[in-house]
């Protein structure tokens, strides 16, 4: 469960029959990046080539704004995080959102949770705006995002190259929020 003090998240574990979903520590990465790893290498997740390494990433994710789901077992099978849309301040309320389930976790509903921890975490963080950028390819991803809340905006045709040299379209998706960044 997600509670906000101050405009600031206070994050205590999410506890369901199947999956705990709490916030991510250093001692994650290693699981973080060998599933990120596995996202790459299905070629449908992502155009990065590779995962960065902790501290690229520390930098580039809000620490309030990224978690990390178990299993029953205590095995991490996915994670999530918020990285930065602008440096300009005009856009500090808007984020670009990533997540990732470990390819024996697909489709058991970890993703789903997920999303919906990182969605009022990132509006007790003052996010307006979410931004996923999703190859077309991707259905599942696509069908999680918009069950969450989050619209087709359009696609970016031949946006990169994969590690194939193929042109990628990447299907641009938003989730604003209805409760931040209002009239």
Same mark, same amino acid.
């Given at each position: /469960? ?12 999410? %506890?369901? %029959? ?5 916030? /991510?520590? $250093? ?23 590779? $995962?960065?390494? @902790? ?13 990390? +789901? ?25 984020? @670009? ?19 919906? +921890? ?9 996010? @307006?705006?979410?931004? +996923? ?5 991707? $259905?599942?991803?696509? $069908?999680?995002?918009? %069950? ?7 696609? *970016?045709?031949?946006?990169? *190259?994969?590690?194939?040299?193929? @042109? %990628? ?15």
């Amino acid at each position: /469960m997600l509670a906000f003090q101050e405009g600031r998240t206070r994050v205590s574990p999410v %506890r369901a %029959r199947d999956l705990t979903i709490e916030p /991510m520590t $250093a001692e994650d990465w290693p699981d973080v990046r060998r599933i990120y790893a596995e996202g790459i290498a299905t070629g449908n997740a992502t155009l990065e080539r590779e $995962a960065p390494d @902790w501290g690229h990433f520390d930098r580039s994710h809000p620490t309030e704004c990224r978690f990390v +789901a178990r299993d029953r077992a205590g095995v991490l099978v996915g994670w999530t995080a918020l990285g930065g849309y602008s440096a300009r301040k005009v856009y500090s309320g808007v984020a @670009w959102e990533s997540i990732y389930v470990a390819a024996d976790a697909r489709g058991q509903g970890f993703g789903r949770a997920l999303l919906e +921890a990182i969605i009022p975490a990132s509006e007790g963080e003052g996010f @307006w705006t979410l931004f +996923a950028g999703v190859l077309a390819e991707n $259905a599942a991803s696509l $069908a999680l995002h918009e %069950r969450v809340g989050f619209r087709r905006i359009g696609v *970016q045709q031949r946006l990169g *190259q994969d590690a194939t040299g193929r @042109w %990628r379209d990447v299907v641009l998706l938003e989730r604003r929020s209805p409760v931040i960044g209002r009239d």
